[in-house]
Each structure stands twice: as structure tokens, then as C-alpha cells.
């Protein structure tokens, strides 16, 4: 379910997603399919992960990194769950594709 919040969504990210809900920024990312399938990655990561666990990993990554990059952008870009989406969000075809635990590969 697609929900639209400019206060929820974290200033300088257009979306976040938090199961079963893909929070965008403004209703024009409603179009940007590009995201959606990010977002969409992220829900199938929230899914196989069973929701808690997934923030719970991508917090303490988040965590870890920062302390390795001291950058927080650097830090959010290689989180394993973000950069597998990043990494495939313009393959449309990749959720139909991916395997189970793809995000493994991103470690």
C-alpha cells in the first residue's frame, strides 16, 4: 500500500518502506517505477526476513558502517539491504528473478 507523507519520509529520501506500507515523499513518485522497485526490493527483504529482524540487521549494519565510513550517506549507501536495491532497482524483472536471501550476496 502506497502511502503519501512528506513528514514521514526522512528528509533527502523520496521513499521508505516499512511493511506493508511504501511511504513516498510526494504523490508525483507514485510514477517513478524506478523506485517502486526499490521500495519493492525492500518490502520482499521485510517479508523473508520477518519485518523485525530485517530493521533490527539494517540498523545495526547502519551502525557499524558509520563507524567504519564516518560518513552517513557512505554509511547508508552500503548496507548490504540498500545496496542490493540500489544495484537492481532499473531491472523491473529482478523480484520475478531473485532468489531467496539475495541480499546475503551483499555483505
Sequence with gaps: MILISKYLVPRGYLGMTIYPF?????????DN?????HEKIHLRQQIELLV???FIIYITEFLFRLLQYR???LAYRNISFEREAYTNEKDLDYLRLRSFWAFKSYF
Excluded: D
Design 33 to 37: 517505477i524506478v523506485l517502486l522497485n
Design 22 to 30: 511504501m511511504f513516498l515523499k510526494t504523490e508525483a513518485l507514485k
Design 52 to 54: 523485525i529482524p530485517f
Design 71 to 73: 560518513n552517513w550517506h
